[in-house]
T-cell receptor, first 114, second 112 residues
Framework: KAGVTQTPRYLIKTRGQQVTLSCSPI?????VSWYQQTPGQGLQFLFE???????NKGNFPGRFSGRQFSNSRSEMNVSTLELGDSALYLC?????????????FGNGTRLTVT | DQQVKQNSPSLSVQEGRISILNCDYT??????FLWYKKYPAEGPTFLIS?????DKNEDGRFTVFLNKSAKHLSLHIVPSQPGDSAVYFC???????????FGTGTRLTIIP
């Protein structure tokens, strides 16, 4: 079974631009979550989608948004990029079989804002 | 407000010995706890989990202990191997809540 796939692996953007990151979950997984990892803050929860609906949202500004498609693939968008948005963005998926089941992460997209 | 804390940023252990990684939490609503391992340039890999109805869960060389009264969990790796060198994150979630709250990680180095 293929794992969680994130594209692209690396991105360099300029302040003020916007960026879209893509995530394909494990086949059959309907829940997709996004996390931001920075050296100082660790992994911070951005949002979670299930069946095309956002179920949970973290404490990030409105510049961070996402969506999920009918095939469970998800995209995350960051508008008006700031230097502090430089981070590793991780997508994770989860099967819906059990409330207590682990998230499975992709290898992330490394975003650098200059 | 750091609800999940890993107070040791780094830990070095001799190969073959036991590695013990610790994690404390403050939110009494957490009921599911996980450990992840992360190599550079890769996403976190799930290792082992435990629900609040248990106090111990074992999987091969990995054992997680949960002390609910102390709001403390630990991961034991026995015996430690060089491939275990990585950053380890503990994480927690609440009932019916898909959001994971992560600690800041402990870098484990296994010395051959």
């Amino acid at each position: 079974k293929a794992g969680v796939t994130q594209t692209p692996r690396y991105l360099i953007k300029t302040r003020g631009q916007q960026v879209t990151l893509s995530c394909s979950p494990i086949s059959g997984h309907r829940s997709v979550s996004w996390y931001q990892q920075t050296p100082g803050q660790g992994l911070q929860f951005l949002f979670e989608y299930f069946s095309e609906t956002q179920r949970n949202k973290g404490n990030f500004p409105g510049r961070f948004s996402g969506r999920q498609f009918s095939n469970s693939r998800s995209e995350m968008n960051v508008s008006t990029l700031e230097l502090g948005d430089s981070a590793l963005y991780l997508c994770a998926s989860k099967g819906a079989q059990s409330a207590n089941s682990p998230l499975h992460f992709g290898n992330g997209t490394r975003l650098t804002v200059t | 407000d750091q609800q999940v804390k890993q107070n040791s940023p780094s830990l070095s252990v001799q190969e073959g010995r036991i590695s013990i990684l610790n994690c404390d939490y403050t939110n009494s609503m957490f009921d599911y706890f996980l450990w992840y391992k992360k190599y550079p340039a890769e996403g976190p890999t799930f290792l082992i989990s435990i629900s609040s109805i248990k106090d111990k869960n074992e999987d091969g060389r990995f054992t997680v202990f949960l002390n609910k009264s102390a709001k403390h969990l630990s991961l034991h790796i026995v015996p430690s191997q060089p491939g275990d060198s990585a950053v380890y994150f503990c994480a927690a979630s609440g009932i019916g809540n898909e959001k994971l709250t992560f600690g800041t990680g402990t870098r484990l180095t296994i010395i051959p």
